[in-house]
C-alpha cells in the first residue's frame, strides 16, 4: 500500500497561501492522491483530489509533481476557519495517517 | 448538498451493553464506511461495505463489531459487548459507485460513544 508522509504541523497569516506539501513516493501510477481535513472534532472534510495534472476547485488547488512523488495543497487565502488537521492519503488506502495541523494566524 | 447524518450524536452506555449506531448514507452513494477517532488519536479505519458485504476490515473490526445495511437507507454499526476503550467518536462515510471505491468519501458528523 502506498504510503504518504506530511509535516507535523504549519502555521500560516490570515489572508496568506497556506502550502502544505506531502510526499507519496510509493503511490503507483493510476492511483489518485486525496486531501481531506477535519475542522476540531466533526467528520473528515473532503477536500481535492488529482492523478497527475494539477486541479482547482472552490476550496483549494493542488500541485502534483511530475514523478508524482509527492503534492503541494494550496489554499490561496488562509482564513482563521481553515485550521484543521490537513490529510492526503491514496484511494483505497483508507487509513488516515496523522496529518498536518494548520494553524492560521491573525 | 447530500449529507451523510449519523444518529445519536451522543450515546452513553454501560460497559457491556450492546450498541448500535446509525447512519444514513447519501441516497446514491453504494460504498460504506466506519471509522473511529479516540480523543486526541487520528482516524481509524474500521470497515468499507459495499453489495450487502464487508469488503475490507481493519484489526481493530474484531468479532464484537458488525456492520448490517438493514434497509435501502440505513447502515449500522453494532458493538455486542462494549468495553471502556470503545469510547472514541464514530464516523460514517460515503461514496459514489462511479469509478469503484476510489471516489471521495462523505463523512457524517460522528456520534460521541461513552462507555462507563
Known amino acids: 500500500d502506498a504510503k504518504t508522509t506530511q509535516p507535523t504541523s504549519m502555521d500560516c497569516a490570515e489572508g496568506r497561501a497556506a502550502n502544505l506539501p506531502c510526499n507519496h513516493s510509493?503511490?503507483?501510477?493510476?492511483?489518485?492522491v486525496y486531501w481531506y481535513r477535519q475542522i476540531h472534532s466533526q467528520g473528515p472534510q473532503y477536500i481535492i483530489h488529482?492523478?497527475?495534472n494539477n486541479e482547482t476547485n472552490e476550496m483549494a488547488s493542488l500541485i502534483i509533481t511530475e514523478d508524482r512523488k509527492s503534492s503541494t495543497l494550496i489554499l490561496p487565502h488562509a482564513t482563521l476557519r481553515d485550521t484543521a488537521v490537513y490529510y492526503c492519503?491514496?484511494?483505497?488506502?483508507?487509513?488516515f495517517g496523522t496529518g498536518t495541523r494548520l494553524t492560521v494566524i491573525p | 448538498e447530500p449529507e451523510v447524518t449519523q444518529t445519536p450524536s451522543h450515546q452513553v452506555t454501560q460497559m457491556g451493553q450492546e450498541v448500535i449506531l446509525r447512519c444514513v448514507p447519501i441516497?446514491?452513494?453504494?460504498?460504506f464506511y466506519w471509522y473511529r477517532q479516540i480523543l486526541g488519536q487520528k482516524v481509524e479505519f474500521l470497515v468499507s461495505f459495499y453489495n450487502n458485504e464487508i469488503s475490507e476490515k481493519s484489526e481493530i473490526f474484531d468479532d464484537q463489531f458488525s456492520v448490517e445495511r438493514p434497509d435501502g437507507s440505513n447502515f449500522t454499526l453494532k458493538i455486542r459487548s462494549t468495553k471502556l476503550e470503545d469510547s472514541a467518536m464514530y464516523f460514517c462515510?460515503?461514496?459514489?459507485?462511479?469509478?469503484?471505491?476510489?471516489?471521495?468519501?462523505?463523512f457524517g458528523d460522528g456520534t460521541r460513544l461513552s462507555i462507563l
Open positions: 488529482g492523478l497527475k
Open positions: 492519503i491514496p484511494p483505497n488506502n483508507l487509513f
Open positions: 441516497s446514491n452513494h453504494l460504498y
Open positions: 462515510a460515503s461514496s459514489d459507485p462511479i469509478g469503484g471505491s476510489s471516489q471521495p468519501q462523505h
Open positions: 510509493t503511490i503507483s501510477g493510476n492511483e489518485y
